[in-house]
T-cell receptor
Framework: NAGVTQTPKFRVLKTGQSMTLLCAQD?????MYWYRQDPGMGLRLIHY???????AKGEVPDGYNVSRLKKQNFLLGLESAAPSQTSVYFC????????????FGEGSRLTVL | GENVEQHPSTLSVQEGDSAVIKCTYS??????FPWYKQELGKRPQLIID?????GEKKDQRIAVTLNKTAKHFSLHITETQPEDSAVYFC????????FGAGTRLTVKP
C-alpha cells in the first residue's frame, strides 16, 4: 500500500517546455487535489477532482490543465512552462467525502529556467 | 471561493510554554477545519481536525477551538517541545480544501 505517489520528484524545464506530473493513489479515494507550495504562501489549490472524469478549478488554475481519466490517477499538465511556475507541487487524495484527512504525496520540485 | 487567513506567520516560544495559532475563514458554508504540520522537506500531515458541529476538540497536548459565528478557529499546543518546531497550516473546506499561509513555530530548548 503505497498511498499517494507523485512522479517525477524533481524536474528542470526551460521556459516554454511542457510537462506532466502524475499522481497515483491506491486507496480508492474519490477526491484528488493539486497544490503548489511557495515560500510564505502556504499551499494554494490549483485544480481538484471530486471523482473519475471530473475536474474543477481552484484558486490558481491559470497555466495548468488536469485530467482524471482513471479514478486512481490525477495528472497535472503545464503546456508552456514559465519561471513563475517554479514551485513544489503536492498532490493529495481524500476519501468518500470532502470532510476528511488529505493524504499527501511526497511532493515534486519543479524548476523553470 | 474560500479565503483562509492565518496568524502569526512566525512564532517563537520557550520549551514548556503554550503556543496559539489563529485562523479566520470567509465562507460560512465551510464545515471542516483541519490542521496540518509540515516538517522541513516533508509532506504535510494531519494533526487534528474539527467539524462545524463541534466547538472544541482535544488530543493530548493539542486542542482546536471553532467559533462558527465569528468564522475563526484556533490551534493550541501546550507544554511545547523542540520536536513541535515545524510549519503549521490551517485549512477550511466546503468541498475544496483551502489552506492558510502557514505559521513557522520554533520551540527553543
Amino acid at each position: 500500500n503505497a498511498g499517494v505517489t507523485q512522479t517525477p520528484k524533481f524536474r528542470v524545464l526551460k521556459t516554454g517546455q511542457s510537462m506532466t506530473l502524475l499522481c497515483a493513489q491506491d486507496m480508492n479515494h474519490e477526491y484528488m487535489y493539486w497544490y503548489r507550495q511557495d515560500p510564505g504562501m502556504g499551499l494554494r489549490l490549483i485544480h481538484y477532482s471530486v471523482g473519475e472524469g471530473t475536474t474543477a478549478k481552484g484558486e490558481v488554475p491559470d497555466g495548468y490543465n488536469v485530467s482524471r481519466l482513471k479514478k486512481q490517477n490525477f495528472l497535472l499538465g503545464l503546456e508552456s512552462a514559465a519561471p513563475s511556475q517554479t514551485s513544489v507541487y503536492f498532490c493529495a487524495s481524500q476519501g468518500l467525502v470532502s470532510t476528511g484527512e488529505l493524504f499527501f504525496g511526497e511532493g515534486s520540485r519543479l524548476t523553470v529556467l | 471561493g474560500e479565503n483562509v487567513e492565518q496568524h502569526p506567520s512566525t512564532l517563537s516560544v520557550q520549551e514548556g510554554d503554550s503556543a496559539v495559532i489563529k485562523c479566520t475563514y470567509s465562507d460560512s458554508a465551510s464545515n471542516y477545519f483541519p490542521w496540518y504540520k509540515q516538517e522541513l522537506g516533508k509532506r504535510p500531515q494531519l494533526i487534528i481536525d474539527i467539524r462545524s458541529n463541534v466547538g472544541e476538540k482535544k488530543d493530548q497536548r493539542i486542542a482546536v477551538t471553532l467559533n462558527k459565528t465569528a468564522k475563526h478557529f484556533s490551534l493550541h499546543i501546550t507544554e511545547t517541545q523542540p520536536e513541535d518546531s515545524a510549519v503549521y497550516f490551517c485549512a477550511a473546506s466546503r468541498g475544496d480544501m483551502r489552506f492558510g499561509a502557514g505559521t513557522r513555530l520554533t520551540v527553543k530548548p
